[in-house]
Antibody, heavy 126, light 110 residues
Framework: QLQLQESGPGLVKPSDTLSLTCTVS??????????WGWIRQPPGKGLECIGN???????FFNPSFKSRLDMSVDTSNNHFSLRLASVTAADTAVYYC??????????????????WGQGILVTVSS | QSVLTQPPSMSAAPGQKVSISCSGS????????LSWYQQFPGTAPKLLIH???KRPSGVSDRFSGSKSGTVATLGITGLQTGDEAEYYC???????????FGGGTKLTVL
């Protein structure tokens, strides 16, 4: 059974870089069928997809984050990572990682996030 | 426009049916595959419906999905108090090549 687990610091200072890792167990991250994504949820607010990465390293970022976002994938250790630079209090949120499944239809566009990690609360504060 | 619009809240009595809408545009609902997620407080979202109207294994058949043009709908029949949750639609947007979520609908069963 596929499981995802987020890890990283729970407290980051303003203007620093937020770094998180998602470890995938139960399946290979190197499948052509999936992307791997980061979604966040500020306290009391809705879901926001930050970006997604393919096992080859190709990335698809939400335009709101492009200027300060980096993502990477480590196929040897079956994990992928997020780095968000120049954080402010507005970046305080629960950060989730999830598998993004590609459709089998022509074009093979992304279809759904399943499963999700349990989430990690990251607070930006001095 | 790369936005999905949901009603912020809905309510219905136990046993009733509710329909939650998700309005998009040609660049998302018009051409890609919509999914729905259920989230209880303090927990991660769970996939409820994918590819507009497909239920993953283990999801009750009280949940259904449909689409007309650029508006998708999540239907829940035989409402139970355990269905009280936040519901989100999500989809790939071809204009911005990114995934977007609706703002979420808080369902109250009273």
């Amino acid at each position: 059974q596929l499981q995802l687990q987020e890890s990283g610091p729970g407290l980051v200072k303003p203007s620093d870089t937020l770094s998180l890792t998602c470890t995938v167990s139960g399946d290979s991250i190197s499948s052509s069928r999936y992307y791997w994504g980061w979604i966040r949820q500020p306290p009391g607010k809705g879901l926001e997809c930050i970006g997604n990465i393919y096992y080859s390293g190709s990335t698809f970022f939400n335009p709101s984050f492009k200027s300060r976002l980096d993502m990477s994938v480590d196929t040897s250790n079956n994990h992928f990572s997020l780095r968000l630079a120049s954080v402010t209090a507005a970046d305080t949120a629960v950060y989730y990682c999830a598998r993004l499944i590609r459709s089998l239809e022509p074009g093979r566009r992304p279809s759904r996030f399943d499963p999700w990690g349990q989430g990690i609360l990251v607070t930006v504060s001095s | 426009q790369s936005v999905l619009t949901q009603p912020p809240s809905m309510s219905a009595a136990p046993g009733q049916k509710v329909s939650i809408s998700c309005s998009g545009s040609g660049s998302n609902i018009g051409k890609n595959f919509l999914s729905w997620y259920q989230q209880f407080p303090g927990t991660a979202p769970k996939l409820l419906i994918h590819d507009t109207n497909k239920r993953p294994s283990g999801v009750s058949d009280r949940f259904s999905g449909s689409k007309s043009g650029t508006v998708a709908t999540l239907g829940i029949t035989g409402l139970q108090t355990g269905d009280e949750a936040e519901y989100y639609c999500g989809i790939w947007d071809s204009d911005i090549s990114a995934w977007i979520f609706g703002g979420g609908t808080k369902l109250t069963v009273l």
